[in-house]
């Protein structure tokens, strides 16, 4: 399971959402060998007042937030971070000065899913890679 949220200024976040959607999601199946049909993702546009950020970050700056059943290696996440990295930057162009990515990794059991505890759902996905 992948939980995403991305943030960002209303401006520069809403043109983008779909087409940074679709990056995002073929990060995630390369480096977890995560199905296609499993895209969970949502945006949040914030209002300048509203998304303080350093003045070394541009308005095209972006944080994403990944929730993930624990139980990827290391190798896989940082895979999935670089990937983000590179392809966001080749494919839309946002430096990765602008790009901040959080994994959150929890056990499946602290998660509930379709009326069950996330430990007893039937995944069509590995989760160890």
């Given at each position: 399971?992948?939980?995403?949220?991305?943030?960002?200024l209303?401006?520069?976040?809403?043109?983008?959402?779909?087409?940074?959607?679709?990056?995002?999601?073929?990060?995630?199946?390369?480096a977890?060998?995560y199905p296609?049909?499993?895209?969970?993702?949502?945006?949040?546009?914030?209002?300048k007042?509203?998304?303080?950020?350093?003045?070394?970050?541009?308005?095209?700056y972006?944080?994403?937030e990944?929730?993930?059943?624990?139980?990827?290696?290391?190798?896989?996440?940082?895979?999935?971070?670089?990937?983000?990295f590179?392809?966001?930057?080749?494919?839309?162009?946002?430096s990765?000065?602008?790009?901040?990515?959080?994994?959150f990794?929890?056990?499946?059991?602290?998660?509930g899913?379709?009326?069950?505890p996330?430990d007893?759902?039937?995944?069509?996905?590995?989760?160890?890679?």
């Open positions: 399971m992948a939980q995403i949220k991305v943030y960002g209303k401006e520069s976040l809403t043109p983008i959402r779909q087409e940074l959607s679709e990056v995002i999601h073929s990060c995630v199946m390369d977890f060998e296609a049909e499993k895209k969970f993702h949502r945006f949040f546009p914030m209002n007042e509203d998304f303080m950020y350093p003045n070394d970050r541009t308005e095209a972006i944080i994403i990944i929730s993930i059943f624990e139980g990827r290696t290391i190798d896989s996440k940082k895979k999935l971070i670089n990937l983000l590179e392809r966001i930057n080749n494919e839309l162009n946002i990765n000065q602008d790009v901040e990515i959080t994994l990794e929890t056990p499946k059991h602290n998660w899913i379709r009326g069950v996330g007893e759902l039937t995944l069509n996905y590995k989760v160890n890679v």
